[in-house]
């Protein structure tokens, strides 16, 4: 067994995942696993740059990370970073701060990159499953962009576009500095927009149409299936491999984009740091749902963190 810690930083959240690995026989350990959300790609889609109290936002959850990692003695240490640090301008910045808490440097990794970890995150676990066809359309719903995977044991074709929760809510539900609640027809059809011309993008490449299984990954799609199970606290061994129907995610995302701020915030499986951009993530799923015909998405707690320690392993 080998222990490893690996941390991915994305655009909305950074996540730290301590496991005993061996990779020769598939066996995991999960010692410590825990989630910050950081909003890293605050502005980042308007003026190109991360804002500094994002980075020092992230700043403080590395060196929380830091002191964990210490304690478990993990052997090797892997940080990829997705989205947001990839189009910032003043990313160097960014990976000295990493590098001078955590000792080693980000990876700001390519979309295809992304998509080969989230696909081994997520589809180690489904592999020996009878009960699910062949092949799997992954789905990684980020802050900043989404990906997707298709594949059986392994990836045939993957594509990453630049939709998220973070990046649709900056660039549509604000206004005057604030998030509009609810949003109006208009706001939510320009999202709408945005995705499907996404999709488009994404089936130049990968044949979205040949996938038997939606598997559908982060924070937005955990949360919406949080909401459809009824939780009343976030219990992600309830959630991890759920299968969530399409009219339920249509049902709550409409209560979503008609709620406000405050009664988004009353839901207590929906963490304050998405509140602002559930609205958003919701409307992806179900577009990409609805534009696949997959009845159900089946939901995995196992995603690109996962397949960033198998990388290490």
Excluded at 27 to 33: I, P, Q, S, V, W
Excluded at 183 to 211: G, H, K, Y
Aim: glycine share 8%; net charge negative.
């Amino acid at each position: 067994m080998t222990r490893v810690a690996a941390v991915d930083c994305g655009t909305n959240s950074i996540r730290l995942l301590v496991a005993d690995l061996d990779p020769a026989t598939g066996a995991f350990t999960e010692l410590d696993r825990r989630m910050t959300i950081v909003r890293l790609g605050q502005g980042v889609d308007r003026t190109g740059r991360l804002a500094d109290e994002a980075l020092e936002r992230t700043f403080a959850a590395c060196r929380e990370f830091a002191e964990v990692i210490r304690e478990l003695k993990a052997e090797r240490v892997r940080f990829v970073a997705t989205s947001a640090s990839r189009d910032a301008e003043n990313r160097a910045d960014f990976v000295r701060g990493v590098v001078e808490i955590l000792g080693v440097e980000p990876e700001v990794i390519t979309g295809d990159q992304e998509a080969e970890f989230s696909f081994t995150g997520a589809t180690k676990e489904l592999s020996g499953r009878d009960d699910l066809a062949r092949p799997f359309l992954v789905v990684d719903i980020g802050g900043g962009s989404t990906e997707f995977v298709v594949g059986e044991e392994h990836v045939r074709a993957a594509r990453s576009v630049d939709v998220g929760c973070v990046r649709m809510t900056e660039r549509h539900l604000v206004a005057d500095g604030a998030v509009v609640d609810p949003p109006t027809p208009e706001r939510i059809a320009a999202i709408r927009e945005d995705v499907e011309a996404a999709l488009d993008l994404a089936e130049e490449t990968v044949p979205l149409e040949e996938a038997r299984t939606l598997v559908g990954l982060a924070g937005s799609v955990t949360t919406v299936a949080a909401v459809a199970l009824g939780l009343t606290e976030y219990d992600w061994t309830r959630i991890h491999h759920a299968r969530i129907s399409l009219e339920q995610v249509r049902e709550i995302t409409g209560k979503l984009l008609a709620s406000t701020h405050e009664e988004r915030a009353a839901i207590p499986v929906i963490h304050p740091g998405r509140v602002d951009v559930i609205c958003a993530g919701a409307l992806v799923l179900q577009a990409v749902m609805e534009r696949v015909g997959a009845h159900e998405v089946v939901v995995s707690e196992h995603d690109i963190l996962d397949g960033i320690a198998w990388s290490i392993a």
